[in-house]
C-alpha cells in the first residue's frame, strides 16, 4: 500500500544521540550502534532495518532474550524500552555484493576501490537499525576501525575527534557532529584515497579545512571544483548571510553513484561526473555543470541539513530551494540570461512531458511507494520554479527578510512547505498560503492571453485566463496565483511606458492573475502594441496567445533581455515547425530571417546566438502534438534548421566557422566557451546543407581540437554524417580516453545519439564493447539512458525494437540495481500519445514487463504508472 502525506504522525521514539562504531572490510563489515532513546514507554519501539545480519542485542548493557524483539519485513521491535533506554545492535553487512549502491557499498574494484556509503532517502536502514525518517534528529559519534594498508583515509561526517593505532596492522578514527541530523545525511568513506586541501576563513571568522579526496589517477582534476566551492562558500555568505558550521568539509568523488552528488553533513559524495574537470577531457558544459552540483550539495547545509524535512513528501522544500539557490549563484557566476534560458529549456524537455503523463505528481506528491522515484523534475525543477515566483513576489529585499526568518525559525528542525510560506509570508506581513495550491497540484496550467486594443480610447486591454488539466489527483482545482511579467513593445521595437490605474509603473510589470480570469488595462497607447508576455519565464505555465509571426520577430530582434528574445524565438520556432509540416511560409520566413539578420549582427553575444539558432528540441515539439510521430518530428525539425542554414547561406556559416578557429592553447573565459558554443551550432548548420565542407571542417576539428568541447562537437557531426572519417575519429577517441571513464561514457552517448534507424544496431553492438557494463550507472545512463530518453527518433521504432531492447535491459538492471532501472524506465513516459503503430508496440511491450513477477519495488511502481492510462 503507498504512503500517504495526510497519514504523517510524529515519531514514537526519538534518538538523542548515536555511538555508531564499523569495523570495515570490503566483504563483511560490521556495525555496532548505540541509540539513546526518548519516548513514550507504553508505544512499541520499531527500528528500519533491510536485510541485515543481526549479531546481538542489548537494552541499558543486558543482552535480550530472544523473545523480547521481532525482526520481521524491514522492522526491528524491542520490548521493554523505556524513556532513556540505550540499546546497542550489532549487525554484519557486506558491502561488496550491494549492487543497488544505497547503505554501505564498494566503489570500483575489490583489490583497489574505497568503500562509501549512500542514505537518501532510506539507505541508513541497510547499514543499522534505526528511525529511518527525516524527523527523528540525532547527534552522531562514529568510530571507524579498518586495516590500515587496504584503509588508509577514513572518514565521516562531523568534526574529527581523534585517531590512533590498533594491533595487527589496524588504525581507527573518530568524528564528532555537533549538529543533530536525520540518519539520511550520515555518510562515512574509507580507502585509499588522495587529497587537495585549503583554508577558508569564514565571514563569522572560522577557519575551515576545505578537503576534496579522490582515487590517485584523478586528484589533479579536482581544482575547479575547489574554487567553485570557495566560490559558492563566499557566494552564500553575501547573498543568504549563510556560513559553514563545521571544522572540515570534506568532499569525496566516485565513479559508482546512482545520482549526481549528496550532501551529506561535513561530507559531500560526488558522483565523479559533477565534481572532476580537466581540459582535455570536460565540455564547457560539464564545467557549468560541475560548478552547479558543488553549488547545490554546499548550499543544502542550511537548505536541507540545518533546515531538514519533516518527511519525505516534504523533499521540494529542501531540493526546490537548493536548486532555486544554485539557480541564482550559476547566474551571478556565469550569465543571467544564459543560464535562465537553460533552465527554463530543462524544464521544458524534462518537467513538462512529466506533468502531462501519467507519471505527473505535485510538487508535494499526496502518496508514494517507492520515494526513491520522487527525486524527479517535478519536486527539483518545477520546486525551483515555484520558489522564484514568490521571490519574484517579495523583490530582493523581501525575499532576503522572508529567507532569514525561514532559517531563523526552523533552524535544528524538520519542516514543512507551510513552515516555509509561513516565515516568508511573516516577515512580509502577506499571506502566501495561496501559493500552497501550486504545491498540491499536478500538470502544467494553461495561460492564455488575448489583447485589444482601442484606438479611441487609447487603451489596450489584456485578458488572461487559467486551465488546468483535470488529473485524477484533483479533478477540482483552485485558481493559482500567476504571476505575469509583461512588457509592451511599440512597432519600432521600444518599450513603452506602462500605466495602469492612472499610475506609471516604469516598463515592465507584473500582474498577478489569481482568478480564472482577469482583464488588464495599459493607457495611454498610441498604436497597437506587441505584448511580452511571461517575461524571465515568470511562471511555470504553458502560454497559449495567438502571436502573429512578424510580432513575435519583432521581440526576437528586439527585446533588449536576452531571456525573452529566446523566449519569442522559440516560439516563433514551434510556428516556423508548423510551417514546415503544412507548406507554410510565413512564420518559417519570419523565424529565418530574423535569425539571418541576428546572425550579422556582430556585437551579439555568441552564446546567445548559438541559443538563437537552435529551435525546440524534439521532445518539446512533441509535446504540441496530439499524436507523436517521432520520425517524423525529427524530419520535420531537420528541415526547419536546414532552412534556416540556407537563408543564412552556405558562405557565410563557413566564413563565421573560419573567423571562430581560435590557435594557441585552451581558453576556458566566458568568451573562449561563448565562441566554441556559436562555432558549434554553425557547424551543425552547416552540415546540413553543405555536408562536404562541413565533413572537411569537423575532420580538422576534431584533430586539431584543444580541449573536449571542440573535439566532441567535431565527432558529433562527423558520427551523423557518413564519413569514411567517423570511423577513425571513433577509434581514435576510444583509443586516446581508454582509461578515463568519464570521457569513454561521452563516446558511448554520441553514438547512443544517431538519429532514427541506425540508432539500434549501434547500441547493441556497443553492448558488446569490453568497456560497457551495466553495473556502473554512469556507464547505463550514458548508452541506454541516452538511446531511450535522448533520442526519440531512435528509440522509437515502428517495429518496437528501442521499447523491446530497453525492457531487456531493464529487467537485468534491476537485479542489480533498482533505482537505475527505475529512472530508465521513465523513457517510456508518455507512450499514450504515440502514433497508433508505436503506441501498440509500446503497450505490448509495457503490459508484458509489468506482468514479471520478480520487479523491485522501484521499477514495478515505474511500469504500473506509466501503464495507466
Ligand atoms: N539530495 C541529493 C541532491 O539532490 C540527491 C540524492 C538522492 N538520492 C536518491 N537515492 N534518491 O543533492
Ligand atoms: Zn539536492
Not at 527505475?822 to 508505436?838: D, K, S
Request: proline share 5%.
Amino acid at each position: 500500500a503507498p504512503i500517504r502525506l495526510r497519514d504523517y504522525a510524529p515519531p514514537a521514539w526519538r534518538v538523542e544521540s548515536i555511538e555508531l562504531s564499523f569495523e570495515l572490510g570490503i566483504d563483511t563489515t560490521e556495525v555496532t550502534a548505540r541509540l539513546h532513546l526518548r519516548g513514550d514507554a507504553s508505544r512499541p519501539l520499531r527500528l528500519d532495518g533491510e536485510g541485515l545480519e543481526l549479531l546481538a542485542i542489548a537494552l541499558d548493557e543486558q543482552p535480550l532474550d530472544a523473545g523480547a524483539w521481532r525482526y520481521a519485513d524491514g522492522v526491528l521491535e524491542v520490548d521493554g524500552v523505556s524513556d532513556g533506554s540505550v540499546l546497542t545492535t550489532r549487525v554484519r553487512t557486506h558491502p561488496a555484493a550491494n549492487t543497488a549502491l544505497e547503505g554501505l557499498y564498494l566503489s570500483g574494484s575489490r583489490e583497489a576501490g574505497f568503500l562509501l556509503t549512500q542514505c537518501e532517502a532510506e539507505g541508513f536502514r541497510h547499514i543499522t537499525f534505526f528511525p529511518d525518517r527525516p524527523d527523528v534528529l540525532t547527534r552522531y559519534t562514529v568510530t571507524l576501525q579498518a586495516d590500515r594498508a587496504r584503509f588508509p583515509v577514513l572518514l565521516a561526517g562531523g568534526n574529527p575527534d581523534g585517531a590512533g593505532d590498533l594491533p595487527d596492522g589496524r588504525h581507527w578514527a573518530r568524528f564528532v557532529d555537533p549538529h543533530p541530523k536525520p540518519c539520511y545525511l550520515f555518510a562515512l568513506v574509507a580507502g585509499r584515497l588522495e587529497k587537495i586541501e585549503r583554508d577558508y576563513l569564514t565571514g563569522e571568522g572560522r577557519t575551515v579545512k576545505l578537503v576534496i579526496w579522490s582515487e590517485a589517477n584523478v586528484i589533479d582534476s579536482c581544482h575547479y571544483a575547489m574554487d567553485a566551492l570557495e566560490r559558492c562558500m563566499r557566494w552564500d555568505e553575501q547573498a543568504y548571510g549563510r556560513h559553514y558550521d563545521l571544522d572540515v568539509f570534506h568532499v569525496v568523488a566516485t565513479h559508482d553513484f546512482n545520482m549526481g552528488a549528496m550532501e551529506n553533513k561535513g561530507l559531500n559524495i560526488f558522483n565523479a561526473k559533477y565534481l572532476l574537470a580537466d581540459p582535455d577531457t570536460t565540455t564547457d558544459d560539464e564545467y557549468k555543470a560541475v560548478e552547479a552540483v558543488v553549488a547545490h550539495e554546499y548550499f543544502h547545509n542550511w537548505s536541507g541539513n540545518r533546515v531538514t524535512c519533516r518527511d519525505w513528501f516534504q523533499l521540494s522544500l529542501k531540493e526546490g530551494l537548493t536548486v532555486f539557490r544554485e539557480q541564482q549563484f550559476s547566474a551571478d557566476m556565469n550569465s543571467t540570461a544564459l543560464k535562465r534560458i537553460e533552465d527554463v529549456a530543462l524544464l521544458r524537455r524534462a518537467q513538462f512531458p512529466e506533468d502531462a503523463g501519467p507519471l505527473a505528481h505535485p510538487v508535494r506528491p499526496a502518496e508514494y511507494r517507492e520515494i526513491n522515484n520522487f527525486y524527479t523534475a517535478t519536486v527539483y525543477e518545477k520546486g525551483s520554479e515555484l520558489v522564484r515566483m514568490l521571490a519574484g513576489k517579495l523583490g530582493p529585499e523581501g525575499f532576503r527578510r522572508g529567507m532569514d526568518r525561514y532559517f531563523e525559525r526552523n533552524d535544528g528542525r524538520a519542516a514543512t512547505i507551510e513552515d516555509f510560506l509561513a516565515a516568508l509570508g511573516d516577515a512580509n506581513d502577506l499571506d502566501l498560503m495561496p501559493y500552497l495550491a501550486w504545491y498540491g497540484q499536478a500538470g502544467t496550467p494553461r495561460l492564455r492571453a488575448r489583447g485589444h486594443f482601442d484606438a479611441g480610447a487609447r487603451r489596450y486591454t489584456l485578458t488572461l485566463s487559467q486551465h488546468a488539466q483535470a488529473h485524477a489527483d484533483l479533478p477540482e482545482k483552485p485558481p493559482l496565483p500567476i504571476p505575469v511579467k509583461l512588457a509592451l513593445f511599440d512597432r519600432d521595437g521600444r518599450m513603452l511606458a506602462l500605466r495602469m490605474d492612472g499610475q506609471t509603473v516604469g516598463h515592465e510589470a507584473v500582474v498577478v492573475l489569481d482568478r480564472d480570469e482577469q482583464t488588464f488595462a495599459f493607457d495611454e497607447i498610441e498604436r497597437s502594441p506587441v505584448p511580452s508576455l511571461l517575461r524571465g519565464f515568470s511562471a511555470p505555465v504553458i502560454l497559449e496567445c495567438d502571436y502573429a509571426p512578424a510580432d513575435l520577430a519583432l521581440l526576437l530582434t528586439h527585446d533588449p533581455d536576452g531571456f525573452n528574445r529566446w523566449e519569442a524565438g522559440q516560439q516563433l520556432a514551434a510556428l516556423a515547425f508548423d510551417d514546415c509540416r503544412h507548406g507554410g511560409q510565413i512564420a518559417l520566413q519570419a523565424w529565418c530571417n530574423a535569425l539571418a539578420q541576428l546572425f550579422a549582427d556582430p556585437t551579439l553575444d555568441p552564446a546567445l546566438l548559438a541559443d538563437l539558432l537552435t529551435p525546440p528540441g524534439e521532445v518539446e515539439l512533441a509535446e504540441r502534438e496530439q499524436e507523436v510521430d517521432p520520425a517524423q518530428i525529427h524530419a520535420l525539425r531537420q528541415q526547419l534548421q536546414k532552412q534556416l542554414a540556407e537563408t543564412i547561406g552556405a558562405f557565410a556559416l563557413a566564413q563565421r566557422l573560419a573567423a571562430l578557429e581560435v590557435a594557441g592553447p585552451l581558453q576556458l573565459d566566458a568568451v573562449a566557451k561563448a565562441q566554441r558554443r556559436l562555432k558549434r551550432r554553425v557547424l551543425e548548420l552547416l552540415a546540413l546543407i553543405d555536408a562536404p565542407t562541413a565533413q572537411a571542417r569537423a575532420d580538422a576539428q576534431y584533430r586539431r581540437a584543444q580541449g573536449m568541447t571542440d573535439r566532441l562537437a567535431a565527432l558529433s557531426v562527423l558520427v551523423r554524417s557518413d564519413a569514411a572519417s567517423a570511423a577513425d575519429a571513433l577509434a581514435d577517441f576510444r583509443r586516446r580516453h581508454a582509461d578515463n571513464p568519464l570521457a569513454l561514457d561521452k563516446w558511448f552517448a554520441v553514438q547512443a545519439q544517431l538519429p532514427g534507424e541506425r540508432a539500434l544496431e549501434r547500441v547493441r553492438s556497443l553492448e558488446s564493447d569490453p568497456a560497457f557494463t551495466l553495473k556502473n550507472p554512469n556507464r547505463a545512463r550514458a548508452l541506454l539512458g541516452t538511446f531511450a530518453s535522448g533520442n526519440p527518433s531512435g528509440f522509437h521504432r515502428a517495429d518496437g525494437a528501442g521499447y523491446q531492447l530497453l525492457a531487456e535491459r531493464l529487467v537485468a538492471l534491476d537485479a542489480l540495481n533498482p533505482q537505475i532501472a527505475a529512472r530508465l524506465a521513465t523513457a517510456f513516459n508518455g507512450w499514450q500519445r504515440l502514433e497508433p503503430v508505436r503506441r501498440d508496440a509500446a503497450r505490448r511491450v509495457l503490459s508484458a514487463l509489468a506482468e514479471k513477477p520478480e520487479l523491485s519495488r522501484n521499477l514495478a511502481e515505474i511500469v504500473a504508472g506509466v501503464l495507466k492510462s
